[in-house]
């Protein structure tokens, strides 16, 4: 356990570190979604309708921008091979990175989600249940995303690659997490969508960081 | 089993074999194809409420179930390769990867010129298109990254390794899609849950897949000697080979 506590530690203080690095996600977050009202209508109407759908888009593409960041600096500086032979079994390390960059990337977007809730008009009940799907969706994305950045580590551009083979698989999330948020404004109960959201983190946080560390394997071979 | 799988897998043996085998199953494939085709478009009568232009049905339906089912044998395929190390199967899954996506083009291409008279649409943000349509998505990120990486068998086994994921996925995908349709819109789609089929129209739809079955099959055979061949560039069968095909 001692080298998971490690490699999280050793990624947030990077991550302060470089502080204006880590912060991009989230404001590329904001700038998308303040651009929105700008592309279609700043009428409150036309915003309550696609609100959901907006925050969740910008949270799956600010994921996605910082996802490569989690292995690729430690692929340049050759610290990923040391975690590759260490005796540690591979996908607790890859467990803890995720949780490190959901922990730099994630998290933010929960604090923003007041300001962004109140820019595109959602209505104040559905704050927490905003809250709860990022809080339960983010972890995922993270998660999914270590696969996709374990194929393409190695690659020189890896860039446009990784967004065709992660996007995809973020379908499910973004359907009930979007959904979730657009029942909670209409004033509907979302502990369905909740409910299967928490599932999907579930099983991404059990299945992922074994399929990442073979991906892993795999490009690093 | 273990050893004639191991003499069929080797690759000079697998070439000899498949070079004897392609063009027999291509034959095939055009005879049922044809019959299958003379079936649907000539035979078969015209359906009571969608006149002539469901018989799109006799090729879409059977794109639709290859896209399924090309993406389970290349996962199959790269999960035997990942766990015993197997070259053959590496090829088969590389080999299987465009021929899937190609079908599953197929699939949404003839599904939206279907859903222009019936739907009065090309397009339909229908649960099953939709799922197609990812599934294509993920058809091209396997591809994608096998043609990204320039080691061939780390490329093969990253493109497995994701199409494996794929597969995970693909209920879990289709099934969200699937719920959020229903959410969405009203009963579009309650028109595919047709009336059982008249055997007319089963027989050549059965026929169709047959014949896309044999198709698949005699094109990955034709595809996966191909890359046999230039994997095995500098092994020995196949410099023999070339110098036989040579003198001739």
């Not at chain 2, 897998?9 to 044809?34: D, E, I, N, Q, V």
């Amino acid at each position: 356990m001692s080298a998971f506590a490690a490699i999280v530690r050793r990624d947030l203080i990077l991550a302060v570190r470089h502080r204006a690095e880590a912060a991009n996600p989230l404001l590329f977050f904001l700038v998308v979604v303040s651009l929105v009202p700008l592309g279609l209508s700043p009428r409150r109407e036309v915003l309550a309708l696609i609100a959901p759908g907006v925050v969740w888009i910008g949270a799956l593409l600010a994921t996605l921008l910082s996802l490569e960041r989690m292995f690729r600096t430690d692929f340049e500086d050759g610290s990923l091979e040391l975690m590759l032979v260490s005796p540690r079994p591979l996908p607790l390390i890859v467990l803890a990175k995720i949780l490190a960059h959901w922990l730099v990337t994630g998290l933010p977007l929960l604090a923003a989600a007041p300001l962004i809730a109140l820019l595109l008009g959602l209505p104040a009940g559905s704050l927490p249940v905003l809250l709860a799907t990022l809080a339960l969706g983010t972890p995922a994305l993270s998660a999914v995303g270590s696969i996709g950045v374990a194929l393409t580590v190695g690659l020189r551009r890896g860039g446009m690659l990784l967004s065709l083979l992660v996007l995809p698989l973020y379908v499910p999330v973004l359907v009930f997490a979007a959904s979730a948020v657009a029942a909670a404004a209409d004033g509907l109960p979302a502990s369905g969508q909740l409910y299967v959201l928490g599932a999907l983190a579930a099983l991404s946080f059990s299945l992922a960081p074994a399929a990442a560390a073979a991906a892993l394997r795999i490009s690093m071979s | 089993m273990w050893a004639f799988l191991h003499r069929f897998a080797s690759p000079p043996h697998f070439y000899r074999l498949s070079g004897r085998m392609a063009p027999w199953l291509g034959w095939a494939c055009l005879g049922t194809m044809l019959g299958g085709l003379y079936g649907g478009l000539v035979a078969a009568p015209p359906d009571y409420q969608q006149g002539e232009s469901y018989r799109i049905i006799f090729v879409h339906v059977p794109s639709a179930w290859m896209s399924l089912f090309i993406y389970v044998v290349m996962a199959g395929a790269s999960a035997v390769a990942l766990v015993w190390r197997m070259k053959l199967a590496e090829v088969v899954a590389v080999a299987s990867a465009p021929v899937g996506a190609s079908f599953t083009f197929l699939a949404l291409v003839t599904g939206s010129l279907w859903g222009k008279p019936m739907w009065g649409t090309y397009w339909v943000w229908d649960a099953r298109l939709t799922s197609e349509l990812i599934l294509l998505f993920l058809y091209f990120g396997v591809i994608g990254l096998h043609s990204a990486i320039e080691d061939r068998r780390t490329a093969s086994r990253a493109a497995g390794l994701f199409a494996i994921i794929g597969v995970v996925n693909i209920p879990i995908i289709h099934f969200s899609v699937e719920w959020w349709s229903t959410l969405h819109q009203g009963p579009t789609v309650t028109k595919l849950s047709a009336p059982s089929i008249h055997l007319s129209m089963l027989v050549p739809l059965l026929l169709m897949a047959v014949a896309f079955k044999l198709f698949y099959v005699t094109v990955l055979l034709m595809r996966a000697r191909c890359e046999v061949l230039e994997r095995e560039r500098n092994a020995g069968w196949v410099r023999a080979l070339i110098a036989r095909e040579g003198s001739e």
